[in-house]
Each structure stands twice: as structure tokens, then as C-alpha cells.
């Protein structure tokens, strides 16, 4: 779990020094590990930062839907499913999908 940079929670005004140690942090931890562990937010009395893990939870889900969708898409062709099948599972058109995963 990612901790807060020590000392920079009394001070309500945005502090640049904090972001950067604390985007320091979030970078640390995501290169540490695969999937990354989500961050009680509410720990944090700083909003700004509570804004910024919160962001950083919402790329790393999106980046982990994206390779699952994928790999899932991926097996469906491989069982002959059609792209026009897999596009209403999806609620777009197939020719959307063909045109995203199609290698």
C-alpha cells in the first residue's frame, strides 16, 4: 500500500513538492507489481491526493479491462465466434470490434 509523503497533510493549499513525491510513490508501487493493490483513499486527509490515487485506480483498471477484454475477444475468434456476435456482447457493431482487435 502506498503511503503518503510524511508532514504535507496540515497545509490545504496544493503543494507541488507533494504531488511530485507522492506521483513518486504511486509510480514506485505500480512498477513494483502487475496488478497493483487499490489504496483506501479515505486515509488520506489531503483531497488532492485522495483525487490523484483515485485517477490512478481508474488507469489501472481501465489498462486491465482493455488486455482481459482482449484475451477474451481473442478466444472467441479462436471458437469461431463472429465479430458481429461478439459486438452485441460488447453493445457495439461488430465491424467497431473487427476493426479494434482484428490482428
Not at 500500500?1 to 506521483?23: K, V
Not at 502487475?34 to 491526493?49: F, H, K, L
Not at 482493455?66 to 460488447?90: A, C, F, H, P
Amino acid at each position: 500500500m502506498t503511503s503518503t509523503p510524511q508532514g504535507q497533510h496540515d497545509n490545504p493549499r496544493i503543494n507541488r513538492a507533494y504531488y511530485e513525491r507522492l506521483g513518486d510513490l504511486i509510480s514506485e508501487e505500480a512498477e513494483s507489481t502487475d496488478y497493483p493493490e487499490p489504496v483506501d483513499i479515505a486515509d488520506d486527509p489531503n483531497p488532492g491526493a485522495r483525487l490523484k490515487r483515485l485517477v490512478y485506480q481508474k488507469q489501472v483498471f481501465e489498462q486491465e479491462n482493455r488486455r482481459q477484454t482482449r484475451i477474451i475477444v481473442d478466444e472467441l475468434r479462436r471458437r469461431g465466434e463472429s465479430w458481429n456476435n461478439i459486438g452485441k456482447l460488447m453493445n457495439i457493431s461488430g465491424e467497431a470490434v473487427r476493426k479494434q482487435y482484428s490482428h
